[in-house]
């Protein structure tokens, strides 16, 4: 199991954290939205696409790197079971 460390993010392109930006939330580069936001859009059932097309402008590959994020963090040391 990868341990995951607060830079780790930095392995994104499309991923930044801001202290001035959301509270220091990760977010999509450019954007107001959160990491957290992104992954309850998807759970409500929007596409990638769907995502960018409403609220970019960003690519859905920034969409899919929230999704390999949030699969590193659940596989990270850090999350308690």
């Given at each position: 199991?990868?341990?995951?460390?607060?830079?780790?993010?930095?392995?994104?392109?499309?991923?930044?954290?801001?202290?001035?930006?959301?509270?220091?939330?990760?977010?999509?580069?450019?954007?107001r939205l959160s990491v957290s936001f992104v992954l309850a859009c998807l759970a409500e059932g929007m596409t990638a696409a769907e995502i960018a097309d409403t609220y970019g402008p960003f690519p859905p590959q920034a969409v899919v790197e929230v999704l390999r994020l949030?699969?590193?963090?659940?596989?990270?040391?850090?999350v308690a079971a």
């Open positions: 199991m990868k341990e995951w460390s607060p830079t780790s993010y930095q392995d994104y392109k499309w991923i930044v954290q801001d202290p001035d930006l959301l509270g220091g939330k990760l977010a999509v580069r450019d954007t949030a699969a590193e963090l659940v596989d990270s040391t850090h």
